[in-house]
């Protein structure tokens, strides 16, 4: 838990966590600061449901008891619980999402502090989503953009690097995004990364010459579309890898 970020850091801000991260207390004082959180709960866990609403709407006898009780019978549907939590002298309560997985016949379960009218059950799942986004970023740094252990005990040549390879996989994103928007191919930024180095150089040659720019980048990205696009796109929105629809956007946005 020492990794998570200090709950007075949240004020109108929202943190994803997964399951690694579960802390009841952690969630309270998040919400204290004015800050928001969905994070992934183990499936093993067991508070008190204070209420209960399915799509039909609220099911008044599943209130008032503990969740492994009435488990059982979400079989294979969503569900939007008010929980209860000790916390010191009083309680605490938060919503549990529990997002029905067919492929895996369980539930996925979430807590969260978002206003249930303002996002459902599967609005937490798609902003959930947003979280696999972070870890192909770290995998995209160490395995493609040399983050790795630097031959060096120098702090400013250590930063430099860091900062070398991080915009290194910037660039590669921007080149994915860049590619998909102009051909309407799904690209992969694995895909990318992997293959985009040597074509770079020709790019790079052209901006130097000042001449060409406009002809590289469009071959290029005519390259990335042909040989880095997504294997299975469709089974990608389907199975969740896709299911947010990320897109490039103009400005930077603030929820509110």
């Known amino acids: 838990m020492s990794f998570l970020p200090e709950p007075a850091s949240l004020l109108r801000k929202l ?3 997964d399951r690694g991260y579960e802390d009841r207390n952690y969630f309270a004082r998040v919400d204290d600061a004015g800050g928001h959180f969905v994070i992934r709960c183990k499936g093993s866990t067991n508070p008190m449901v204070e209420s209960c609403t399915l799509a039909g709407g609220p099911v008044r006898q599943f209130a008032n008891l503990p969740l492994k009780k009435i488990r059982s019978r979400l079989h294979g ?3 939007d619980l008010v929980v209860v939590v000790k916390r010191g002298d009083g ?4 919503r549990l999402c529990l997002i029905w997985n067919p492929l895996h016949g369980s539930h996925m379960v979430l807590a969260t502090n978002l206003d249930t009218v303002r996002f459902s059950v599967i609005a937490v799942r798609e902003i959930y989503a947003l979280r696999w986004q972070v870890e192909l970023a770290f995998k995209e ?4 953009a040399n983050l790795h ?3 060096t005990g120098k702090a400013p040549i250590v930063q430099g690097l860091i900062w070398g390879s991080i915009a290194a996989a910037l660039l590669k994103r921007f080149l994915a995004h860049a590619a998909q928007a102009v051909h309407g191919v799904a690209t992969s930024t694995r895909r990318v990364a992997m293959a985009v180095l040597d074509h770079l150089r020709d790019l790079f040659q052209a901006f130097l010459a000042r001449s060409g720019v406009s002809m590289a980048l469009a071959k290029l990205l005519d390259f990335l579309a042909r040989k880095a696009g997504r294997a299975h796109p469709k089974r990608d ?3 969740g890898r896709l299911f947010p629809g990320l897109r490039t956007v103009q400005q930077p946005t603030e929820i509110a």
């Open 15 to 17: 943190i994803l966590a």
């Open 237 to 239: 929105r389907a199975t």
């Open 149 to 151: 252990k630097f031959q």
């Open 77 to 79: 549907e969503n569900a």
């Open 91 to 94: 309680v605490f309560r938060c």
């Open 141 to 144: 740094w160490k395995s493609y």
